[in-house]
């Protein structure tokens, strides 16, 4: 391992692990389960953890855990949809916590490692460099101008702190990536940084605009975007939107990629009509959508 022993032991103190239970008709149980288990990180000696947003969905409970053994009831102080993290709290009971970098201070082939929870008071280390960092997008209508890819998998749950040498965080791991073998996207932390008197204040970001959301699964196709499957009681499927169904264009735009079609479904905003160009068994229709809020309904 590239980082130094001591640097390591430094900051595991910090690193948390997440028990969080779901109602069992929450719109994410489906998909997620009602059972999960992630990886925080704190942020603050007042109790303040990053962790990541899909983790949290619907929570009614949190068990934090802590490496010295202490456990904690955690609470939900705010989400952000677009970054893809979420902030929780425990009691500021004499607290370790980290020191927060930024993904503009690092530079790829850079040497960084990951600290996951594996249990309770079980942490994991992984160390590699990075490999990526640039825009990204994904089928649950998520798009960053930015990530941080590593060339390592994320050896814990998702949420995990990625350090650089000088122990700082730079990023919180979001996932892994299957087709690409020892991959792992993390969001970098200035999303929080950059948030963070919102976020504490309001539980989101109120200052930026609540952006249109379809719910779908969209993957590219050689001409338009794929619905590849509808979420349950969604827009979309409000709409009469199908599976198979090939998004060619938005208002009267044609959308060649899924980054098009993320580009122009948020010039709108929740509640308002979205007019979808759709290719269906070969024949071209015109479908609206009237937008939601994914905040709404994920609450």
Known sequence: MDAPPELVTGVLPAVVSIEASI????PSAGALGTERRSTGVIVDTG???????YVVLGAYFFGIGLQDGRRFQGQLVAQDFSS??????????????????????????????????????ERRIADGVIGYL????????????????????????GGAPVFDLAGRVVGIASFSLPEVTRATIAIPVERYQLNRTELL????VVSRPVRAWIGAHL??????????????????EAAGVKEGDVIVA??????????DLYEELWKKRAHEKVALKIVREERT?????VAGSCEEFYK
């Open 134 to 157: 640039g825009e990204f997008d994904t089928h649950w209508e998520f798009m960053l101008p930015k990530v941080i890819g590593l060339t390592i998998q994320n050896p814990g749950f």
């Open 219 to 236: 993957q590219p196709v050689e001409r338009g975007v794929l619905v590849a499957a509808v979420v349950p009681g969604g827009p979309a």
């Open 285 to 289: 229709i015109a479908v609206d959508v």
């Open 84 to 121: 893809g993290l979420a902030v929780l709290k425990i009691p500021p009971q004499d607290l370790p916590a980290v020191r927060l970098g930024s993904s503009m201070d690092i530079l790829l082939g850079q040497p960084v490692f990951v600290a996951a929870a594996t249990g309770p008071v």
């Open 23 to 26: 109602k069992p008709g929450h």
């Open 250 to 259: 938005v208002g009267f735009c044609a959308v060649e990629t899924r980054r």
């Open 201 to 204: 204040e309001f539980g989101q």
């Open 47 to 53: 109790g303040y953890l990053l962790t990541v947003n």
